[in-house]
Nanobody
Framework: QVQLVESGGGLVQAGGSLRLSCAASGNIFSSNAMGWYRQAPGKQRELVGFITNGHTNYADSVKGRFTISRDNAKNTVYLQMNSLKPEDTAVYYC?????????????WGQGTQVTVSS
């Protein structure tokens, strides 16, 4: 089993920065993807980005502004968000994806609110 605990959300003005953290317990390997999704009110959950084996991928909407990093020794993934915009307002969820005997399984954090004021 994997448990994820997020921290770092809050209220920030447009143009500001926030850093989210997600600490994972359980067997996490560098080959397991760790990443972030977000869900704004009335919208579907969408991928923000992920990191696996040191490689990162980002949604077009956050490229150049958000950076995902990972400390494998601490089983922790970070989301550094710069130049925040009001449209970045959402609940942000940490995600770990593992290949298990039964197939691919996703684990989710509890979510942390990010609010960007204009």
């Amino acid at each position: 089993q994997v448990q994820l605990v997020e921290s770092g959300g809050g209220l920030v003005q447009a143009g500001g920065s926030l850093r989210l953290s997600c600490a994972a317990s359980g067997n996490i390997f560098s080959s397991n993807a760790m990443g972030w999704y977000r869900q704004a009110p009335g919208k579907q959950r969408e991928l923000v980005g992920f990191i696996t084996n040191g490689h990162t991928n980002y949604a077009d909407s956050v490229k150049g502004r958000f950076t995902i990093s990972r400390d494998n020794a601490k089983n922790t993934v970070y989301l550094q968000m710069n130049s925040l915009k009001p449209e970045d307002t959402a609940v942000y969820y940490c995600n770990v994806r593992r290949v298990e005997e039964v197939g691919i399984k996703d684990y989710w954090g509890q979510g942390t609110q990010v609010t960007v004021s204009s």
